[in-house]
């Protein structure tokens, strides 16, 4: 199997499971490619302390700079949805999608010469595993049981259970593939197989990015000469540096000078409906938050349409305290909508022996474009329910290695996953390095590890939305709104017919997907 389409039947083995149907963005831009010219950027989502270690790669600057840029992964989802290979170039799985062999692709070298085969592969995925190793992608690579070396071009993983969507899986960014016997070499200076190496890199400042020549992906992708990116994490600045041509691409458009930029000839605004959110998770093992009727209380104190209308100006739609978005293939459109409702606010804080609340809530714009604003909004509005939020005002810089996960309650944003489980098990599985709020739910876990391992169409979809419900009703993050990614760039560099829309920036392969107009 060389590839697998979310919109069509996706077959392991002789189990056939149902796809994930995204929908991506189909635009005008019909050009024809070709080679030449210097991608400048002006991204946010940056910090101090990048690295190229993908197992921490958590915001836009490094995930576009990470996966599709320096390195590569064993699959990738194209613009159009469909799962293909990048470092595998086949795949195929026993009938009960517990064991996978990957075919990996041949002629490949890293930047410093070093031919890729099997023994990178299975020590960059012992990198997530190994003691101490704090990795997102943890949940991904813990259930592999056993990684074997058939040759030096085809890798067999044996899993505990089955995963159906183990080949999607494999294209997470934090799964990047090493140089083996020198990994930490190749952290250190950003040697990957990617089509740019590394020319240089100031952490949270500056990237630039050299085309690699001879590049297996010759003829497909890679059509600039250099990438050249900034981090501008405040959004003004990175407006202003779109507006005066000082950038080609920003991330994250300003909805508040969106009108500006539509009006100005030479910059056109992107728009896709993916699965990003916005989220205010609790960490639910820390008072207040470890009682139910508080977290019901402040669950229907805030006002979901409000911040979708005065934060997202309808660039989204109000959320309902699940990550499953409305791009998902199993996202339950027919749940109840949580509304806001101060009186019931008021019940559940008496059904927990309270009058009235004080908590704190940090929010910065580091963790999404108008998150202080969207925590003055909930502030307001819980006001009516005797709960008194104090916003913390944090700094960018530090955000996600300070704050979140750290701090009781915060702001937080996810691109959202192309399958339920790997949504799930990313935040929300018990243990996992990336749960955000530590939300602990018997049955909810049951239901994660039985959907894994489902290969039935409609049994999944019923396992889904119970664990949608449960979520929404019981859990421990709050997510008030869907958010559309919205970027821009000038008239300089255009793209082909379609936009991914996994995450921001053409699913972050801009540098790989992009050329000048």
């Not at 190793?133 to 058939?150: T, W």
């Not at 294209?171 to 590394?198: C, F, K, Q, W």
């Not at 050249?228 to 080609?248: C, F, H, K, P, Y």
């Not at 202080?372 to 810089?397: C, R, W």
Request: overall charge negative.
């Amino acid at each position: 199997m060389t590839h697998l389409n979310r919109r069509s039947v996706l077959k392991t083995g002789a189990a056939t499971v149902a796809a994930t149907a995204l929908t991506p963005l189909s635009t005008g831009a019909m050009a024809s490619p070709s080679r030449g010219g210097d991608l400048r950027m002006g991204i946010a989502g940056a910090n101090t302390s990048d690295s190229w270690d993908g197992r921490t790669h958590s915001d836009s600057f490094m995930i576009v700079h990470g996966h599709g840029c320096v390195f590569d992964t064993l699959t990738q989802v194209t613009a159009g949805g469909e799962l293909v290979g990048e470092l595998a170039e086949s795949w195929e799985s026993t009938p009960d999608a517990k064991v996978w062999t990957f075919n990996l692709r041949q002629g490949v070298t890293f930047h410093n010469g070093k031919p890729f085969g099997s023994d990178d592969v299975l020590a960059s995925l012992q990198m997530h595993t190994a003691e101490g190793a704090k990795s997102a992608a943890r949940p991904i690579v813990s259930p592999i049981v056993e990684m074997k070396k058939l040759t030096d071009h085809q890798i067999q993983l044996t899993l505990q259970s089955g995963n159906a969507d183990f080949p999607y899986l494999m294209s997470d960014y934090h799964i990047l593939i090493y140089p083996a016997g020198m990994i930490e070499e190749a952290i250190a200076n950003g040697i990957g197989t990617g089509l740019y190496r590394v020319e240089s890199f100031d952490p949270g400042v500056r990237f630039v990015g050299v085309r690699v020549d001879s590049h297996y992906k010759d003829g497909t992708g890679g059509w600039f000469d250099s990438i050249e990116s900034i981090a501008i994490n405040d959004a003004s600045a990175r407006m202003n540096a779109l507006s005066t041509g000082q950038v080609d691409v920003v991330n994250r458009v300003d909805f508040k000078i969106e009108p500006l930029l539509r009006a100005n000839p030479n910059i056109e605004i992107f728009e896709v409906t993916g699965n990003q959110h916005y989220t205010f998770p609790m960490l639910t093992n820390v008072a207040p938050f470890d009682d139910i009727n508080v977290r019901k209380a402040i669950k229907y104190a805030v006002n979901r349409q409000e911040m979708v209308d005065k934060i997202l100006l309808g660039h989204g739609k109000a959320g309902n305290d699940h990550p499953i978005g409305p791009a998902n293939q199993y996202h339950h459109a027919e749940l109840e909508q949580l509304e806001y409702d101060p009186d019931k606010a008021k019940f559940y804080l008496k059904e927990a022996g309270m009058d009235s609340l004080s908590i704190d809530l940090s929010a910065s714009d580091a963790a999404f474009v108008g998150a202080v604003d969207s925590a003055q909004l909930y502030q307001a509005s819980a006001q009516a329910a005797g709960i008194n939020i104090n916003v913390i005002q944090e700094a960018a810089d530090g955000y996600w290695s300070n704050v979140w996960l750290k701090k009781p309650w915060c702001a937080c944003y996810w691109s959202g996953r192309a399958t339920e489980d790997w949504m799930f098990s990313t935040a929300y599985e018990i243990g996992v390095p990336w749960n955000d709020n530590h939300w602990h739910n018997e049955r909810f876990q049951m239901l994660l590890f039985e959907g894994r391992t489902e290969l039935d169409s409609d049994r999944r979809r019923e396992i889904y939305h119970e664990m949608q419900a449960l979520m929404s009703a019981e859990g421990g993050t709050i997510v008030p709104m869907y958010a559309n990614f919205v970027d821009a760039n000038s008239t300089r560099v255009t793209h082909g017919p379609e936009l991914g829309n996994l995450w921001q920036l053409d699913g972050s392969r801009i540098c790989e997907r992009w050329w000048m107009a």
